[in-house]
C-alpha cells in the first residue's frame, strides 16, 4: 500500500526537473538520467508506467541495475525498485543528488537544464569541479589527528563489505584501506571523521558529539523519576541497534485477534526504525555540545538531533515525496549500502502509513532551535517504577551485605542493557555503563554469585545472559 501512496504523489507533481518518465527498460536512457540526477539536485525516475504493448521484464531490470551501476563512476547513490501499480510491474528509481560530483556514465559527465538532460558544458563542469572541491572541506570529510584503522570495527567494516560486493563483484579482493578510500572514508592513510562515527571501536574518544541518550520516563518530561536512562557511546551502527531494541522491547503493544490469526498491532516498527536511522544519518555532527536523544514517555515518544532540517526542505514537505538533501552524504552512502536506508527520499511517507497501519496518529516533526525533533503521538511504555527492578531488589540486593545504593544502580543497569540484548561481553557492557573493565568485572561477580546472570558459551564467543 505504501508504494501506491508514493507513486501518487509522484504522479500528482507531472514530469518536471526532478521526475522523469522512461517508457521501458533502456539501459543508456536511464544511466544519463540517473547521471544527470547524481551531478545536480536528485530525482525519481519511473519507467514503464506507459508501456502499452508490454510488460517490464523483472528479471531485465536486476541486469539493467547491475550495468548501471558497473558504468557510473564514481559510486552512485541510487536505488532501484519494482512496484505493481494499476496490476502492470513498473520501476522506481530514486536517485540522491550526488555527494562526489562530477559523475559520469562511460567517460560522459551528463546533468541537467531546467527538464532536459545534457552533456555537460565546459562552464558546468567548472561548477562540478569546484562543488567537488567545497566538499572536501565539509565536517564529515576532515581525518582525524590519531585515528589508526585498529581504531575501527573491522567486523561492521567486513558487514558492509560484503553489501558493497553484491553491487560490485569485481572488488571481491579489496582490501580495507582501499574500501575505505573508494567511500572517502580515508583520505591519504588517514580516516575522516565520517569513518570514526560509522565503524569507531569507541569513537567519542575522537568525537564526544557521537554519543546517544535512551531515556524512559514514568510520565512526562516535568517529572524526576528515571525508569531507564542509558548513554551510548557507539558507533552508528551497534547505537543504532541497540536503541531499536530499547524501543522494541519496552514500547507497550495491543494484540488484535483476526479470525484464526493473532496480529500484534500498535508497534510501528518500520517508522521507528526509519526515524531512527534518519536522525541518525542528517544529525548536525559538527557541533561539539550536538546530541540525539530517545525519550519514551506515557503518551509519545520522541527523537531529537541536533540540526534543523536544511534550507532546500521545510516540514510540510516531509508528509508527501520530497527531495533527498544530504547534510552527510558520506555517511548516508554507508547506511545506503547496508540496506538501512531503503528507498531515497520515500522514507517519512512509509513511517506515516506504518502508524496508520497500526492504529496511531501521524508522526510530526519539529524542526527550530538547531534541532529536529520526530514526535510518535500515541506510543507508551509497558514499564512502571516497580516494574524496571521487578524481582532484583526483593530477590538480591536484601541479601547482599555491603551493596550500596551507587553499586545497586549499576547491577540494576546491567540486568537491564542484559534484558535488551543478551549474550554481551565484559568490554561490551563496560563501554555501555561508561566505566572500567575492572569494575565492571566485580559487579558481574556479584551477579553470578547470586544466581542472576550466567556466561553462555565458549570464552572468546559467549556472552552473559539473564537466567
Known amino acids: ?51 502499452n504493448d508490454s510488460k517490464i521484464n523483472i528479471e531485465h531490470s536486476k541486469n539493467i541495475e547491475s ?23 513498473i520501476v522506481l528509481i530514486n536517485v540522491w543528488p550526488g555527494g562526489n560530483k562530477p559523475y559520469s556514465y562511460k567517460g560522459i559527465i551528463f546533468t541537467k537544464e531546467n527538464r532536459n538532460t545534457i552533456v555537460a558544458t565546459n562552464d558546468q ?19 582525524v589527528l590519531g585515528a589508526e584503522l585498529e581504531d575501527l570495527d573491522i567486523s561492521e567494516i567486513n558487514e558492509t563489505l560484503q553489501h558493497y ?26 580516516l575522516t571523521n565520517a569513518a570514526i562515527v560509522l565503524f569507531g571501536n569507541n569513537p567519542t ?29 557507539g558507533n552508528l551502527f551497534r547505537n543504532f541497534n541497540t536503541a531499536y531494541e530499547v524501543l522494541e522491547t519496552y514500547i507497550k503493544k495491543s494484540t488484535v485477534i483476526n479470525g484464526i490469526y493473532r496480529n500484534e498491532k500498535g508497534l510501528p516498527r518500520l517508522a521507528l526504525r526509519e526515524g531512527l536511522m534518519n536522525a541518525l544519518v542528517h544529525r548536525d555532527y559538527s557541533l561539539i555540545s550536538g546530541n540525539l536523544s530517545v ?3 506515557s503518551n509519545k515518544v520522541e527523537i531529537t538531533n541536533s540540526g534543523e532540517l536544511l534550507s532546500q526542505i521545510k516540514v510540510a514537505d516531509l508528509k508527501k515525496e520530497h527531495g533527498s538533501y544530504l547534510r552527510n552524504p558520506d555517511i548516508a552512502k554507508v547506511c545506503f549500502i547496508r540496506g538501512l536506508i531503503e528507498m531515497l527520499g520515500t522514507g517519512t511517507i512509509r513511517m506515516i502509513t506504518d502508524c496508520k497501519n497500526n492504529g496511531l496518529s501521524e508522526p510530526d516533526w519539529i524542526s527550530e532551535n538547531n534541532t529536529t525533533k520526530l514526535i510518535f503521538p500515541g506510543l507508551t511504555h509497558q514499564i512502571t517504577s516497580e516494574g524496571v527492578n521487578e524481582g532484583v531488589n ?6 547482599i551485605e555491603g551493596v550500596n545504593e551507587g553499586v545497586k544502580n549499576e547491577l540494576i543497569s546491567i540486568i537491564n542493557i542484559l534484558k ?43 556472552g552473559y545472559r539473564l537466567k
Open 394 to 399: 526483593e530477590g538480591v540486593f536484601q541479601e
Open 420 to 462: 535488551i540484548k543478551p549474550l554481551q561481553k565484559t568490554n561490551e557492557i563496560a563501554e555501555q555503563l561508561n566505566k572500567g573493565v575492572s569494575t565492571v568485572e566485580r559487579y558481574l561477580k556479584i551477579l553470578k554469585d547470586n544466581d542472576l546472570i550466567e556466561f553462555d558459551g565458549a570464552p572468546k564467543t559467549g
Open 205 to 233: 574518544r575522537f568525537l564526544p558529539q557521537c554519543r546517544m541518550r535512551i531515556t524512559i520516563y514514568e510520565r512526562n518530561k516535568d517529572t524526576n523519576t528515571f525508569l531507564f536512562d542509558r548513554l551510548l557511546e
Open 1 to 51: 500500500m505504501e508504494h501506491q501512496i508514493i507513486i501518487e504523489n509522484l504522479l500528482q507533481q507531472g514530469e518536471n526537473e526532478r521526475l522523469v518518465f522512461v517508457s521501458h527498460l533502456d539501459e543508456k536512457v536511464i544511466a544519463q538520467e540517473i547521471c544527470a540526477f547524481l551531478n545536480s539536485n536528485g530525482g525519481d525516475i519511473i519507467v514503464g508506467l506507459n508501456q
Open 67 to 89: 550495468a548501471i551501476r558497473n558504468s557510473i563512476s564514481p559510486l552512485a547513490p541510487f536505488s532501484m525498485n519494482v512496484f505493481t501499480y494499476h496490476n502492470r510491474p
Open 295 to 297: 525519550e519514551i514517555f
Open 165 to 190: 560486493i553484491k553491487d560490485k563483484p569485481d572488488s571481491r579482493n579489496i582490501d580495507t584501506e582501499d574500501f575505505l578510500s573508494r567511500l572517502g572514508l580515508m583520505k591519504g592513510g588517514s
Open 125 to 143: 563542469l567548472s561548477s562540478l569541479n569546484t562543488e567537488r572541491k567545497n566538499s572536501e572541506f565539509h565536517w564529515e570529510r576532515q581525518t
